[in-house]
């Protein structure tokens, strides 16, 4: 037995082994300890009935057993998965960034680009566009 889950009574603890079952008793202050640390997501339940959890000032933690028996369920809740809705934010995004028909151009700095220096013309001299045709 691990001795992760300790049922104490009047009479004393007892182990409970791996089938999971509380026996019968007519002992209502029975509790159940579970070796794991404190967590809200851990649901104990006995024959289909939710433990009420106690408070402890010990590293363990507490459920109020009562006079229930049958079936020990013992469960870790799931962490709602967050970060999926991250990552569609992501996404998203980048797709919107891939898109060409969101970015704006710059139409005017098309026009400066036409009037640059030629390669191998002096550099302060700029031809205005019809005048390189021409010359041609």
Do not use: C, H
Request: charged fraction near 20%.
């Amino acid at each position: 037995d691990s001795g992760y889950l300790t049922l104490w009574d009047a009479q004393g603890k007892q182990e409970l082994g791996a089938d999971l079952a509380v026996p019968a008793s007519d002992d209502a202050s029975r509790v159940l300890y579970l070796a794991q640390p404190d967590d809200p997501r851990w649901q104990v339940s006995v024959g289909g009935q939710t433990l009420e959890k106690l408070g402890s000032a010990t590293p363990e933690q507490r459920y109020g057993v009562g006079m229930a028996s049958g079936e020990l369920s013992v469960v870790l809740r799931p962490e709602p998965q967050n970060w999926a809705w991250v990552q569609l934010v992501g996404l998203l995004f980048l797709i919107g960034l891939a898109l060409p028909g969101l970015q704006k151009r710059n139409t005017a700095s098309v026009g400066r680009r036409l009037n640059r220096p030629l390669p191998g013309n002096d550099e302060n001299e700029v031809l205005p566009r019809r005048a390189l045709e021409v010359a041609e």
